[in-house]
């Protein structure tokens, strides 16, 4: 089974930059579905962006179109999250997660069967 490291995160002022970072080991990120979500304190698990096999496109959630990418680095076996203009509500534990879903559910997480282990990011002055 592929295995998950979730890593970079950690703590930025307001409008600052984080590059999070999801490689693998025993398996190959490209025969997955890669996304990332966040969970903040007494939050669900929110969507953030995936980056679909199907058709190669990548996929957002709206509260951070625009200013989140998401990218594979397949000489890697990784795939980077770099998040820029960074603000207080991005505060919360960031995880991915790799899977096969149908394009319709690639923003759930039940889509997903191999998570990281999240990474901290804080946004605070």
């Known amino acids: 089974d592929v295995q998950l490291q979730a890593s970079g995160g950690g703590s930025v002022q307001p409008g600052g930059s984080l590059r999070l970072s999801c490689t693998a080991s025993?398996?190959?990120?490209?025969?997955?579905?890669i996304a990332w979500f966040r969970q903040a304190p007494g939050k669900e698990r929110e969507f953030i962006a995936a980056?679909?096999?199907?058709?190669?496109?990548?996929y957002y959630g709206d509260s951070v179109k625009g200013r989140f990418t998401i990218s594979r680095v397949n000489a890697r076996n990784t795939v980077n999250l770099q998040m820029n203009s960074l603000k207080p509500e991005d505060t919360a534990v960031y995880y991915c997660?790799?899977?096969?879903?149908?394009?319709?559910?690639?923003?759930?997480?039940?889509?997903?069967?191999?998570w990281g282990q999240g990474t901290l990011v804080t946004v605070s002055s």
């Open positions: 997660g790799a899977g096969r879903p149908i394009i319709s559910s690639i923003s759930s997480a039940s889509s997903y069967g191999y």
């Open positions: 025993g398996g190959s990120l490209n025969d997955y579905a």
């Open positions: 980056s679909a096999i199907q058709n190669m496109h990548s």
